[in-house]
């Protein structure tokens, strides 16, 4: 049923009118004709705008006539220029020319620029309501040294447009530092901080990890946890926003990036407490050991690459890698250890409870629930999300705030050949890794000879190499993500 229905010109007065329904799910658009046949045809012809495409919509005075312009701008997927799914933008502007005076057509035009915005900012449309809910505001934080350095370049094309169309207002930064946005979100008043939508990251995961860590570094950590993040690709790893597209069914793109910025709805990510020796670390991604920490840190100087940093040095790693040493212990997920938010019943109340984490120095017994793989490895990835990178999907039966973290093992008698299939496939194969299902693990690697040249890795950044222990709280953190979810596209 419509829920607004008007009779628009397409193009200019002097063009054929339409009729144009806005439904709950489309705007509707049909030659305007009389008589039944006429009525058969024009449902044929029909051209649809999805309201779960459209992003922003604009009315204007028409300067040389009475008329109002009405322009609605979306998003539909489709096969770009290259031939890559994608989506792209679409616009229809649709000519109010019903009234006498401009003032008549400005207030037909003002009824559907209300509707358009109610559906797109997500309330939903009461007709004959003028009311427009109200912008939203974002932080962006973008990183100069991410990635290749165009963190800043991809702003100006893909970001900045949509966020003009989508009339959201936003404060920017650019870091300075490593740790400009710990300390910044670690040190704003709550106030301004709550002022914000969401934190809109333009960088790879290691500012999402600065950002989480600043909000989880305050006293008022649970509300401040609260702030949604949101990122757009930027930098050599981009794990977040690949698993969030993925999820939602989304093609890996920036376009679609910033579309589930501006469509998307608050969503609960878990987040993990995780300890080292020296330090106590909040991560939203992944804790990895071995050939695939060294691998991610042996190529931070080929940034510029971009994403394929981590193949190149890969392959290059891939001739003589060592064998690492540990004991692993891993809490497997099972009906007895309930799912922890690290909210209620905190015992301090500065941090998450993480009861399931004995002091680092206490040995763990297999009484206790906790189950030890011990001997040589070639690396483990700990992954809460589905991917690390777009071309590394890691975790398949992750999901944002399940709870779970998934351990990724590939042991020490895995030939390279297999081990080159796991790390440059887009999915794992079954027969070579293990990967364990668990609320907590704990990895205490040998920390004789090989440990001078290896590394210990947290969300793509290294932390001091020791024996670490972590525990998942589900759902703790905020972003933004799609919800529906469409046919995946082909990998
Ligand atoms: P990439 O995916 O390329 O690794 P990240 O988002 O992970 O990109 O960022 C890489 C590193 O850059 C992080 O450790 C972050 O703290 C650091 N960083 C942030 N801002 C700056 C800056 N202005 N100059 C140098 N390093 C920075
Ligand atoms: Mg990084």
Redesign the pocket.
């Known amino acids: 049923m419509a829920l607004l229905s008007d009779t628009f010109c397409l193009g200019g007065r002097k063009h054929p009118s339409h009729r144009v329904d806005l439904t709950e799910t489309h705007i509707a658009v049909q030659p305007a004709s009389n008589g039944a046949a006429a009525n058969a045809k024009r449902e044929e012809s029909a051209v649809v705008t999805a309201l779960d495409d459209v992003i922003g919509v604009k009315l204007l005075p028409d300067n040389r006539s009475s008329g109002a312009w009405l322009h609605i701008y979306s998003y539909p997927r489709r096969k770009s220029r290259w031939g890559k799914l994608d989506r792209c933008r679409t616009d229809r502007s649709y000519f109010v020319c019903s009234e006498e005076t401009q003032e008549g057509n400005m207030r037909i035009g003002e009824r559907w620029r209300c509707a358009v915005w109610s559906v797109v900012r997500g309330r939903r449309f009461v007709p004959g309501s003028l009311t427009v809910p109200p912008s939203r505001r974002f932080l962006v934080l973008i ?6 350095g165009n963190a800043q370049k991809v702003y100006e094309r893909y970001v900045l447009p949509m966020f003009d169309m989508a009339e959201v207002e936003r404060d920017v930064i ?9 300390e910044l979100l670690k040190k704003m008043d709550i106030e301004q901080l709550k002022s914000f939508s969401a934190i809109v ?1 333009v ?8 950002a989480f860590n600043g909000l989880m570094a305050r006293k008022d950590w649970e509300a401040a946890i609260q702030t949604p993040i949101a990122a757009i690709p ?5 794990a977040l926003v690949t698993s969030i597209l993925y999820a939602a069914g989304e093609p890996f793109t920036p376009t679609c990036a910033v579309f589930a910025v501006l469509r998307g709805e608050i969503a609960p990510i878990d987040l993990a407490t995780v300890q080292s020796q020296d330090k106590t670390h909040y991560c939203f991604l992944s804790l990895t050991w071995g050939l695939t920490a060294d691998v991610d840190i042996n190529s ?1 100087n080929y ?1 510029f690459m ?1 994403n394929s ?1 981590f193949a190149v040095s890969f392959l290059s790693r891939l001739v003589s890698y060592p064998k690492y040493r540990a004991r692993l212990y891993y809490l497997p997920v099972d009906d007895s250890i309930s799912e922890e938010t690290g909210m209620a019943g905190s015992g301090d109340e500065d941090k998450p409870n993480a009861h399931l984490l004995p002091s680092l120095d206490d040995s763990l017994s297999e009484d206790s629930g906790w189950k030890c793989i011990a001997g040589e490895f070639i690396t483990v990835v700990g992954s809460m999300l589905t991917h690390l990178s777009p071309t590394l999907h890691i975790a398949p039966s992750a999901t944002l705030d399940g709870g779970v973290m998934y351990v990724v093992v590939t042991g020490g008698n895995v030939s390279r050949m297999k081990v080159m299939k796991v790390f440059t496939n887009k999915s794992c194969p079954d027969d070579s890794v293990e990967i364990y299902a668990a609320r907590a693990f704990r990895l205490e690697p040998d920390l004789g000879e090989q440990a001078r040249q290896s590394y210990m890795v947290l ?3 290294r932390i001091n190499y020791g024996a670490v222990q972590l525990q998942v709280h589900k759902g703790l953190g905020r972003v933004l993500a799609l919800t529906t979810t469409k046919e995946r596209p082909q990998e």
Do not use: Q
Not at 234 to 238: A, D, E, R
């Open positions: 990183n100069p040294a991410s990635g290749s650019t870091t300075e530092r490593a740790g400009h946005v710990l990251i960088s790879g995961d290691g500012l999402v990890y600065e930027g930098g050599s790893g981009n931070e940034r971009g940093r969300d793509g950044e």
